[in-house]
């Protein structure tokens, strides 16, 4: 990907990464210090790399990557706009994002257009170029 959305990928494993280093540190450091025996060599190394691990693990866990997310990237997405093939029907793509502003993008599969709706799915669509419903949801 190119531009900052390759940025976020980098950096979207930061914590992933941290978990599992914490991880191989903890177990390292425990099979040195139940392999080696009564050896203070190896207890100098094994104690100091489990407890770095602990140190790992536990900043891995409380790491919040989600500040990397930027609201302008958010409002700016748009989905590709390709026409989809009919499997019987009209199908349809919706997407709507889970961050303040919550907007829903409907892509129309038989012409490819795309329609912005602000808030929610709505209960049903009709899409204005091609005229027909995409869906229809009942009220309850």
């Avoid at 976020?8 to 978990?19: A, E, F, G, P, T």
């Avoid at 799915?121 to 009220?139: A, G, N, Q, R, V």
Wanted: charged share 20%.
């Amino acid at each position: 990907m190119e531009g900052s959305g390759g940025d976020y990928l980098k950096q979207s494993h930061v914590k992933i990464n941290i978990i599992i280093s914490g991880w191989v540190c903890i177990i390292l450091g425990s099979l040195l210090l139940f392999s080696s025996g009564e050896s203070s060599l190896v207890l100098s190394f094994a104690a100091p790399v489990s407890v770095l691990g602990l140190i790992l693990l536990i900043l891995g866990l409380m790491y919040k990557d989600e500040g990397s997310i930027n609201p302008e990237e958010i409002l700016s997405w748009e989905p590709d706009k390709t026409e989809m093939p009919e499997s019987g029907r009209v199908m349809y793509r919706v997407d709507t994002t889970l961050i303040k502003p919550i907007r829903t993008s409907i892509l129309c599969g038989k012409c490819g257009n795309i329609y912005w709706n602000d808030g929610i799915k709505p209960k049903s669509f009709d899409c204005p170029d091609c005229l027909i419903t995409l869906w229809h949801e009942e009220e309850e």
